[in-house]
């Protein structure tokens, strides 16, 4: 019980360190006067963020990147890590090599963007989500789960009775996959709501940026204007002492979302890991 408790505010104690120091006197915080409760409370860092209009543009295009994106993954990886479980398929051996392949080696940054650049992708929404519907890794998760979770007779006595590969999936392998589903859904939601390099890299309208490039924007104008070197912006002037309250800001303005979605299927992630990882 104690090696829990213990173990728990090991884990919990930065997060609470930097909700407390996001709303205390950055002087403070600096000189290691905050540790356990806020001290000198003040939300200047939470006001300069959400008076800036792009994180609203931001949030909405980080939300529909992340629902949309994780919902085409699941719609790619779940009928191909069942069709590589099969064992019937001869060529499951060979495609899913090919797939391991592009874990290893890929055609580098300047040949990607100008496949993208060729497929009309950029400064669009969809490079978010049709060039990365795949990731090898949970596919590997996926397959090993359908492979060794679902025995074969169970599908034996589906064909028994007139089932076919697609009704079996959609009607009894989906459905007794929950925990698979749920962990490989909350792998490519978090990687779809901390894309950072795709809006950098391929995106140019400030309409199209998501979350993570908004605040990107915002803390180095706060890094640049705290320290002397410019004035006016977007941003706006900040104040030395309030400067470390943005950056902690931005930490919780972008990453409470997910924060707040893990508590409902953490009680899937353990098992459907494990699953991938011992038997994979």
Sequence with gaps: ???????????????????????????????????????????????EIFQDTRIWTGYKNTIIYTTLGTFVNLLFTLPAAYVLSRPEFRARRWIMFAFVITMFFNGGLIPTY??????????????????????????IITRSFFEHSLPKE???????????????????????????????????????????????????????????????????????FASGAGAGGSAGGY????ADQVKYAVIIVSTLPILIVYPFIQKYFEKGVMIGSVKG
């Excluded at 019980?1 to 930097?18: G, Q």
């Excluded at 007139?162 to 392998?173: D, E, N, P, V, W």
């Design 1 to 47: 019980m104690i090696l829990s408790l213990l173990v728990f505010l090991i884990v919990a104690y930065p997060i609470y360190f930097v909700i407390i120091a996001s709303i205390s006197d950055s002087t403070l915080v600096s000189t290691g006067q905050v540790t356990w409760l806020p001290r000198n409370i003040s939300f200047f860092g939470y006001q």
């Design 114 to 139: 100008l496949l993208m650049k060729e497929l009309h992708l950029t400064n669009t929404m969809w490079v978010f989500i049709v060039p990365f519907s795949v990731n090898v890794y949970n596919l």
């Design 154 to 224: 169970l599908f034996e006595a589906a064909q028994m009775d007139g089932c076919s590969h697609f009704k079996f999936f959609a009607q009894i392998a989906l459905p007794l996959s929950k925990a698979v589903v749920s962990v490989v859904a909350l792998f490519y939601l978090v990687a779809h709501w901390n894309d950072f390099f795709t809006g950098l890299i391929y995106i140019q309208s400030n309409h199209l940026q998501p979350l993570q490039i908004v605040l990107r924007d915002i803390l180095l104008s706060n890094q640049v």
């Design 239 to 242: 104040a030395q002492q309030y």
